[in-house]
């Protein structure tokens, strides 16, 4: 059902669904549909798509600027993505960002914005997957669990790095100072929580292996602990995960 939702789209380069609408054992699932589209010229997309679904957009934003006003507030608002919702599809409602690809990798690698980088860093279901996002999503991934790492005491759950990892994209984020639900976070870890531990299985071997992180063979329980080295040297290997950005701001 996801995958022809891009049937009645101009082609993309990329596409993930995120959100609490993709796995039926979270208890608090969403009616939309939330994607995020990559696109390699998002001028050229939008003018292709007001051809075909003018209905994505709103009226007065078509009749005063089309597809080149789209992009615009996208790059000087929407931190480079323009999202349509409601949207709807068969018997689904969906919510689709455009963005860049250009902009959705730098993001990943250098948090420059730090808002698709931070979706991506918890559970998704690819559609269409493209090789250099997969490169940068490695390297995303490695940095949000060194970042929490960083937060961490030298003992902790497995289900607290999960959750210092999800926490990371609502830090000084105001609408959680003011959210309907303030368990947010320990519903993700709790709904998605074998996908976290697969997500992130590369990135946990990969400290292991730089005896940086120590894991129990009981590694499917959540509550089991893990110890890591808080000494200088494992702090600095850790930090050196972190994109440029963030390591010139320390």
């Known amino acids: 059902e996801h995958e022809s939702f891009l049937d009645i789209l101009p082609p993309v380069d990329f596409c993930c669904v995120y959100g609490s609408s993709l796995h039926a054992n979270n208890v608090s699932k969403a009616s939309m549909v939330d994607c995020i589209l990559?696109?390699?010229?998002?001028?050229?997309?939008?003018?292709?798509?007001?051809?075909?679904?003018?209905?994505?957009?709103?009226?007065?934003?078509?009749?005063?600027?089309g597809a080149q006003l789209i992009t615009k507030i996208a790059d000087n608002v929407g931190v480079g993505v323009h999202f349509s919702p409601f949207i709807s599809h068969r018997d689904s409602v969906f919510k689709f960002g455009v963005v860049g690809?250009?902009?959705?990798?730098?993001?990943?690698?250098?948090w420059e914005s730090f808002y698709l980088s931070g979706r991506l860093q918890k559970p998704v279901k690819v559609i269409l997957d493209d090789m250099e996002i997969k490169e940068a999503n490695s390297i995303n991934l490695k940095a949000a669990a060194a970042a929490?790492?960083?937060l961490l005491p030298a003992k902790?759950?497995?289900?607290?790095?999960?959750?210092?990892?999800?926490?990371?994209?609502?830090?000084?984020?105001l609408r959680?100072?003011?959210?309907?639900?303030?368990?947010?976070?320990?519903?993700?870890?709790?709904?998605?929580?074998?996908?976290?531990?697969?997500?992130?299985?590369?990135?946990?071997?990969e400290f292991?292996?730089?005896?940086?992180?120590?894991?129990?063979s009981s590694s499917m329980d959540p509550k089991v602990s893990m110890t890591q080295d808080c000494g200088t040297c494992s702090t600095d290997s850790l930090v050196s995960y972190l994109p440029v950005p963030i390591r010139n701001q320390l």
């Open 38 to 65: 990559g696109v390699n010229d998002p001028l050229k997309w939008h003018s292709e798509n007001l051809k075909i679904n003018r209905d994505h957009y709103a009226s007065l934003i078509v009749r005063v600027g």
């Open 101 to 110: 690809m250009h902009d959705l990798i730098q993001d990943m690698l250098g």
């Open 148 to 150: 929490a790492l960083l």
């Open 156 to 173: 902790f759950s497995q289900e607290e790095l999960y959750a210092h990892i999800c926490s990371l994209s609502y830090m000084g984020d």
């Open 176 to 205: 959680m100072l003011f959210a309907e639900d303030k368990n947010k976070v320990k519903k993700i870890v709790g709904g998605q929580f074998k996908l976290l531990q697969a997500m992130y299985h590369p990135c946990l071997e």
């Open 208 to 216: 292991a292996a730089r005896n940086l992180l120590r894991e129990s």
